[in-house]
C-alpha cells in the first residue's frame, strides 16, 4: 500500500514546481540538516521516538519523531553544536553531541534500551558528517580560520578547500574544478554576491561576522545553479541568548614584509607606514528565545606605496574602507522564525588603471557602494513538513572610476608593445557603472516514510533571479583612446619624460599599426537585465543500511531586456543532478559513492550584453597617415582626421545571437572511497571527470554576410558577427582528491587535501586579466590554423600537484589563559605558459587568402607549439600563527596573535617575463608564418615583485572578546 505513495509523492512535487514554485537561479543553503535513524537493542527499527535538539545557535527547541523504519530529520537547524536526546516511554533516554554543519547534513544514530528505572545515557559525538552524500567539498568554521594564517575573506577561506587553485587572470577570482575563474558562486546569507562580470564576491562581509563557510566543488545538489565551478557559500552570526562580542585591531605594515630580489637589485626599499584595520562585533537577545541581534563593523584605511611601471617614480595608493551589519532574528514560535539582514560596504581608493601607469596623473580615484538586503522565513508547516522563503537585493556600483577631462589632448595613451598607460586616465568618471541583483527564493520538504521502500528527503523550490547591469562601460571621457609607444632613453625601455613629467608619445604613419587611434561609442546609463527562472526537485532517498541515493533535477529559463530591446537570451534547460551512496556494513564506516551532474554556467553579463550597448561600446578605429613626429604638443597627432578611421564595430549593428544560445554546460563523473576514522575524523578518495560543452563562440565567417553601418558619422561596411553555441572550444578536466581530518588528541587536531590534476586541457581561456570574451576560435577560418592561432594543450589554470596540510594546537593554561598554535604548509607545482606572441601582423599570403571579408583583423597572436608546453617553479610555503588570550572576568579577556607568512621566505620566481618576437628571418610556414622566434631581453627574468611567492610577512592582531 504505501509503495503506491512514491510516484504519487512525485506527481505532486513536480506539480507543485511547474505550478507553485517562485522561479529562477539558485538559493544559497543558511542552514544545515540533522538525520538519523533509532533502532532497539533488538536491531529492528524503533518508532514513535521523541527526538529533539537543542544548541546555542537555535531559538527555542526543534522536535519530531522517528518513523517506522525508525528514520527521522530535523530541517532548517542553524549551523553549530548541538544536543540531541531520543526519548520512548519505557526506555533509557539517550543523549548526542553533533555538529550540524552550514549547508550540509549531519547524522547521528541512536539505539534504544528498555528500562524500568528512568535513566539517561550519554552516547557521546557523532561520527564525522563529511561522508553523508556524494558531495565533495570542505566546511570551515570561524574558529578554525582565525586559528591559521590565512585571509579571513570568502576567497581565502576557499582556498583551503579541495580543488581550488589560485593561479587566476584576476586577483580576487578563484578555479573550481577545473571551471572558468568568473563561473563560480560566491553566497553570503542565503544571497548571490558575484560581481556578474568577473565572478568575486563583493566585499560584502565582515570577516569576524563570519559564522562558517562552506565550499563545494563536486557532486553539488540540484538547490544550486547558474555556475559552472563551485560554490562558496558563507553565512553571519546571528546573536544568542547571551551577550557576545569583539573588538579586533589588525596590522600591518610594508616593511615587515621581506624585499624580493628584484626590490634588492634596485635598491628600494619598502616604507615604514602601519596600517590598522578595525572591526567589532556584538551579539545577543532582546527578548530571551525570541528576538535575537547582531550587529557588526569594520574600518580600514590603508596606505600602499607603490613603484610605477618603467618610470620607477612613487605614489602612494590609499584605500578607506567601511563596512557594517546588522540582522534580527525572531522566533515567533518554536516552529516559525523570521530573520532580517543588512550589510553595506563604502571604499575609496586610488588605483592604477589598466594596463599599468606610467605617471601618478593617470591613477583614479574610485568609489564602490555597494549593500545587500535579505528577508529569511522558515517555518515547520508539520511533523514532515518544512517551508523556507527568502526575498534579496544586492547593489554594486563603479562611480568616479575614470577621468572627466573632455578635451582630446587628455585623452589616454595605451602603449602598443608592451603593457602601459599615460598622459590621461582611462575609463570615464561620467558614464558610472551598476552590477545588481534581486532574487526572490522559496522551497518545500517533505519526509516521507516508504516503509520497505526506504525514507525519501524531497525537496521543491524555486527562484526569481534577475541580475542586472547599467552604464556604457565608455573608455574615455573624450571618447578617444590613443595607442602608440612612448620615446625611451639609451637603455631602450626608460621614458623620456617632457618639460611637465610626462611621457613623450611617437607618432608613427603606416598600416603597421604602430600608432592607431580609437573612437569609442559608449552609450551612457545603457541598461541589461538577465532573468532566469527556475525550479529544482530533489530526493534525497535511503532505501535501507547499505544504499542511498540523491536524485534531482533542475530546470532553468533565461530572458533578457533592456534599455535597446535586443534580445540576446531566450533559452532554457533541464540538468540533472544524481548520486548514489553504497555501505557494505551498513555502519557507515566504509562509504563507496558516485555521481553524475550537469551544471548549466552563469549568464555572465559580459558575454550576454555584447549584441547590446551595455557595457560593450561601439568602435571605430583606423592607423595613423600623418606625418611623423613626437610630443604631447605635436598637433597633427591629436588630430582624428590623420587617422584613417575605417574599421568599425556596433554591437547592435553587425552583431547579432542565434535564437537558440544558451551559456556552456559542464558535464560531470566522480567517484568517491571513504572511511570514517575514531574522533570524527574521515579520509576521502574521489576521482572527477569533467567536461564543458556548448561554449558561447562568436563566429566571424563569410557566411554571415556584411553590413553598412554608422559610427558617429563615419559609413563603413563591415562582417556580421554572430554569437552561437559550439564545441570547437575545448575544455577537459580530470583530477585526483584526497581529503582528511584527523584529531590526534583533543586539543590537536591535523587536516588537509591533495588536488592532483591529471588534466586539464584545452583551447579555450575565455579571460585574459580584464578581459572576458570568446576565443577568436570561429572567426576568419581561413586566414588561421588551429595548432599556429588556438592549439590545444594545457590550459592556464594547470597545476599538476595543489597540497595544503594544516594543523592546530590548542593548549589550556589554566588561569594563564589559552594558547592556540597553528601550521599551515602549502605545495604548489609549477605553472604553465606558452611560447606565444600577440599582436603579430598578418603577412601576405594571410591576406591573399582573404574569400571577400569587409574588414580583415590587424593582429594575431601566434603560437609556437602546444598551449601551456613550458613551465615555470614550483613553490612551498609554510604560514605560522600563534593566539594567546587571557580571561579578565569571566568571558571577557584581551587576547593577541601573530602570523608569520612564508616562515622561510621562499624566493621562488614563480612567474618571469617570457616575451618572444616571431624571427622572420627564419623557416616559414604555408601561412608565411615564422616557425622559431627570438627570445625577449629579459627573458626568464622578474617584471614586478607579483612575480615572486610573496616573501615572508609578519602581521599582528590584537582585540578583546566576551
Known sequence: MKSRWIPQAWAILFLLTALGAAPAR??????????????????????????SATSPALQGERT????????????????????????????????????????????????????????????????????????????????????????????????????VTTNTPLGGQVTISGGLPYDNLFVINGVDVNDNVFGQPNDLFIEDAINETEVLSSAVSAEYGRFGGGVVNAITKSGGNTFAGTFRTDLTNPSWTSRTPLEEANHIRRSDQTNEVYSATLGGYIVKSKLWFFAAGRNAKTDLSEVLNATNI??????????????????????????????????????????????????????????????????????????????????????????????????????????????????????????????????????????????????????????????????????????????????????????????????????????????????????????????????????????SFNLGVRYEKTDNSGTDKVNTVHASSFVPRLGATYDPTGKGRFLL?????????????????????????????????????????????????????????????NTAFAKDVSSPLTKEYSVSVGTQLPRAGFLRLTYQDRKVTDFLEAFTTLDNGTKVITVNGVTANTDVTIYRNSNIPVRDYRAVLLQGRYSLTPQWSLEGNWTHQIKNDGNYESQIGQTIGTSGIGNHPELFEADRNYPLGRLSGYEADVLRVWTIYNVNLGRAGDLSLSLLGQYNSPLTYSLSAPNVALTDQQIARD????????????????????QFNSWTVFNFAARYSVPFFKSLGPWLKLDVRNVLNDRTLVTFDHTITPDFSGPLDAFGLPTTFLKGARFGQATTNADYDTPRTYRLSAGISF
Request: aromatic share 10%; glycine share 12%.
Open 851 to 870: 574569400p571577400g571579408y569587409a574588414q580583415l583583423p590587424q593582429t594575431q597572436t601566434l603560437f609556437f607549439g602546444a598551449r601551456g608546453s613550458q
Open 64 to 163: 519530531t519523531v522517528s518513523q517506522t523504519n525508525g528514520d527521522y530529520i530535523l530541517r532548517g537547524l542553524p549551523p553549530g553544536d548541538y544536543e540531541v536526546r531520543f526519548a520512548l516511554d519505557g526506555f533509557r533516554t539517550e543523549t548526542a553531541r553533533v555538529n550540524v554543519p552550514l549547508g550540509g547534513q549531519a547524522r547521528s544514530d541512536a539505539k534504544m534500551t528498555a528500562t524500568l528505572v528512568e535513566s539517561i545515557s550519554i552516547i557521546g559525538e557523532a561520527a564525522a558528517s563529511a561522508l553523508e552524500t556524494p558531495t565533495v567539498g570542505e566546511n570551515f568554521t570561524n574558529r578554525t580560520i582565525d586559528s591559521l594564517a590565512v585571509e579571513r575573506n570568502p576567497i581565502g577561506i576557499a582556498s583551503l578547500a579541495p580543488g
Open 314 to 547: 612613487s605614489v602612494d595608493e590609499p584605500t578607506h574602507d567601511k563596512r557594517y551589519e546588522g540582522k534580527l532574528t525572531a522566533n515567533l514560535s518554536d516552529a516559525h522564525s523570521l530573520q532580517a539582514s543588512y550589510i553595506r560596504n563604502d571604499t575609496d581608493s586610488v588605483q592604477q588603471a589598466i594596463g599599468g601607469s606610467l605617471t601618478p596623473n593617470v591613477l583614479v580615484h574610485p568609489r564602490f557602494p555597494n549593500d545587500l538586503k535579505v528577508g529569511h522565513y522558515s517555518g515547520v508547516l508539520g511533523p514532515q513538513l518544512f517551508l523556507e522563503a527568502q526575498y534579496s537585493q544586492k547593489k554594486f556600483a563603479f562611480e568616479n572610476d575614470g577621468g572627466t577631462d573632455r578635451d582630446i589632448h587628455a585623452s589616454p595613451f595605451v602603449c602598443v608593445t608592451s603593457s602601459c598607460l599615460y598622459n590621461g586616465a582611462y575609463f570615464d568618471a561620467t558614464d558610472p557603472e551598476d552590477r545588481d541583483n534581486k532574487q526572490a527564493a522559496a522551497s518545500l520538504s517533505y519526509f516521507l516514510d516508504a516503509g520497505s521502500w526506504g525514507s525519501h528527503d524531497l525537496k521543491v523550490g524555486g527562484e526569481d533571479f534577475r541580475n542586472i547591469r547599467t552604464g556604457g562601460n565608455s573608455q574615455s571621457p573624450s571618447n578617444y583612446v590613443f595607442n602608440t609607444d612612448y620615446l625611451v632613453g639609451p637603455d631602450g625601455r626608460t621614458p623620456v619624460l617632457d618639460a611637465a613629467g610626462q611621457p613623450i608619445p611617437v607618432f608613427t604613419p603606416g598600416f603597421g599599426f604602430n600608432t592607431f587611434l580609437i573612437f569609442w561609442d559608449a552609450k551612457r546609463g545603457s541598461r541589461f537585465e538577465a532573468k532566469t527562472d527556475s525550479a529544482y526537485v530533489n530526493d534525497s532517498w535511503k532505501l535501507n543500511q547499505h544504499w
Open 26 to 51: 539558485a538559493q544559497g543553503l543558511t542552514t544545515g540538516t540533522l538525520v538519523g535513524s533509532v533502532a532497539l537493542a533488538s536491531g529492528g527499527p524503533a518508532p514513535g521516538v521523541l527526538v
Open 593 to 653: 559513492q558516485g555521481s553524475y551532474a550537469e551544471y548549466q554556467s552563469s549568464y555572465n553579463l559580459g558575454l550576454f550584453t555584447n549584441g547590446t550597448t551595455t557595457g560593450n561600446p561601439g568602435y571605430l578605429y583606423g592607423p595613423y597617415v600623418g606625418p611623423a613626429g613626437q610630443g604631447r604638443d605635436f598637433a597633427p597627432g591629436f588630430d582624428p582626421n590623420n587617422y584613417a578611421l575605417l574599421f568599425a564595430g556596433s554591437p547592435t549593428q
